[in-house]
């Protein structure tokens, strides 16, 4: 039976390419910075962002915690969003790691914080009241439809926090989705922020790993914070040689994701019973929901299972949500709408 699972882009498996390039790869250690195809990659990733340099790390919350503690000291405060990955979906580890203080304020259905609500969050220098260091966006946004942020908003967060003495932040796991989306050079979506990480492991199809890319100066000292966090890697290059092709080869692809999510939303939104909101379709994430009165949740994920359809419920009551990537085609939407089809249709 072949698997169609749209719980996450994560779940991709790395091209024979990708296996050919880790078989080949020149190693060395790189904690003494010895292994060629991480600094390859580094160079690589630096370039794409358009920042001076980069640094190799095992994860996206690696990325994102290697970033928030290298730019903030304990008290310190993070603005960020209510439904951002940093806040809801890494076990708290700017707290739990940093002693910085995560200062959430809302996050609007298309990933954007209100500039109002920013300004408003950002603390003066009353002694009762935490220091504010750091804003941090994240883009595209996970948990808000998969929706891009523009290089316009982002520009803007910029110069509030220019203008305050503070720094940006961006998680951007699917920095490429989004500058695929907005048809923009990914650099428009960086230029102007402190330190980007990105996800190689996700649509990009990697086994592992995320880059932080920032001024050569931060990125000294993200490698110290990498190292506290037992982040260092030895032969980092298997992990790298894969990480390089996925740069080459994966990034052009993107827009396939886009056109098969919206293809399932469109579907979805026929089938009695489902619903969703088609305004919030950008990228290659999507949510919708099962009204009750017909399956339940259970019976919904089961009966898809039996043939090898994976989806996640992500919320109660019934929001579900599904994620196109690698490896999924047309067809494979087609046939997960005629699944779900079929179930709703059963009596
Ligand atoms: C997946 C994700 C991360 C974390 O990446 P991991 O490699 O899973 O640790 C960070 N931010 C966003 C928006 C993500 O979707």
Same mark, same amino acid.
């Given at each position: 039976?072949?698997?169609?699972?749209?719980?996450?882009?994560?779940?991709?498996?790395?091209?024979?390419? =990708?296996?050919?390039?880790i078989f080949d790869a020149e190693l060395g250690d790189d904690v003494f910075s010895d292994d060629p195809t991480v600094n390859r990659l580094e160079?690589? @990733?630096?370039?794409? =962002?358009g920042k001076e340099a980069a640094v190799l790390v095992p994860s996206g919350t690696m990325g994102n915690l290697v970033s928030v503690l290298t730019?903030?000291?304990?008290?310190?405060?993070?603005?960020?969003?209510?439904? %951002?990955? =940093? /806040?809801?979906?890494?076990?708290?580890?700017? #707290?739990?790691?940093?002693?910085?203080?995560?200062?959430?304020?809302?996050?609007?259905?298309?990933?954007?914080?209100?500039?109002?609500?920013?300004?408003?969050?950002?603390?003066?220098?009353?002694?009762?009241?935490?220091?504010?260091?750091?804003?941090?966006?994240?883009?595209?946004?996970?948990?808000?439809?998969?929706?891009?942020?523009?290089?316009?908003?982002?520009?803007?967060?910029?110069?509030?926090?220019?203008?305050?003495?503070?720094?940006?932040?961006?998680?951007?796991?699917?920095?490429?989705?989004?500058?695929?989306?907005?048809?923009?050079?990914?650099?428009?979506?960086?230029? #102007?922020?402190?330190?980007?990480?990105?996800?190689?492991?996700?649509?990009?199809?990697?086994?592992?790993?995320?880059?932080?890319?920032?001024?050569? &100066?931060?990125?000294?000292?993200?490698?110290?914070?990498?190292?506290?966090?037992?982040?260092?890697?030895?032969?980092?290059?298997i992990i790298a040689a894969a990480g390089i092709k996925a740069l080459e080869d994966m990034t052009g692809r993107l827009a396939e994701d886009h056109?098969?999510?919206?293809?399932? %939303?469109?579907?979805?939104?026929?089938?009695?019973?489902?619903?969703?909101?088609?305004?919030?379709?950008?990228?290659?994430?999507?949510?919708?929901?099962?009204?009750?009165?017909?399956?339940?949740?259970?019976? /919904?994920?089961?009966?898809? @299972?039996?043939?090898?359809?994976?989806?996640?419920?992500?919320?109660?009551?019934?929001?579900?949500?599904?994620?196109?990537?690698?490896?999924? &085609?047309?067809?494979?939407?087609?046939?997960?709408?005629? %699944?779900?089809? &079929?179930? =709703?249709?059963?009596?």
């Open positions: 039976m072949t698997v169609i699972d749209l719980r996450s882009d994560t779940v991709t498996l790395p091209t024979d390419a =990708m296996r050919q390039a160079e690589m @990733a630096a370039d794409r =962002m730019h903030c000291a304990r008290g310190e405060e993070a603005i960020l969003g209510d439904r %951002a990955h =940093m /806040f809801l979906n890494e076990a708290g580890g700017m #707290s739990a790691l940093g002693g910085v203080h995560p200062h959430t304020v809302a996050n609007q259905a298309d990933g954007t914080i209100d500039l109002g609500v920013i300004e408003g969050a950002i603390r003066g220098g009353n002694l009762h009241w935490p220091r504010t260091r750091l804003i941090c966006l994240e883009n595209t946004h996970n948990n808000c439809n998969g929706s891009p942020l523009t290089p316009e908003y982002t520009d803007s967060v910029a110069a509030l926090a220019g203008d305050n003495g503070l720094l940006l932040h961006l998680d951007g796991a699917r920095i490429f989705n989004a500058a695929v989306a907005l048809g923009v050079d990914v650099k428009d979506l960086t230029r #102007s922020v402190d330190s980007v990480q990105f996800c190689l492991s996700k649509g990009l199809s990697a086994p592992v790993g995320s880059l932080v890319c920032g001024t050569g &100066e931060f990125i000294a000292e993200a490698r110290r914070t990498r190292k506290v966090l037992g982040g260092g890697m030895r032969q980092a290059g056109a098969n999510a919206r293809r399932l %939303a469109e579907g979805i939104s026929q089938i009695d019973g489902l619903s969703i909101d088609m305004a919030n379709v950008h990228t290659n994430i999507i949510y919708f929901d099962l009204a009750a009165g017909h399956v339940t949740v259970e019976q /919904f994920l089961a009966q898809l @299972a039996e043939k090898g359809i994976k989806l996640l419920c992500i919320a109660k009551p019934a929001h579900f949500r599904a994620v196109t990537h690698y490896g999924i &085609e047309e067809k494979d939407i087609d046939e997960t709408l005629k %699944a779900i089809t &079929e179930l =709703m249709n059963r009596p």
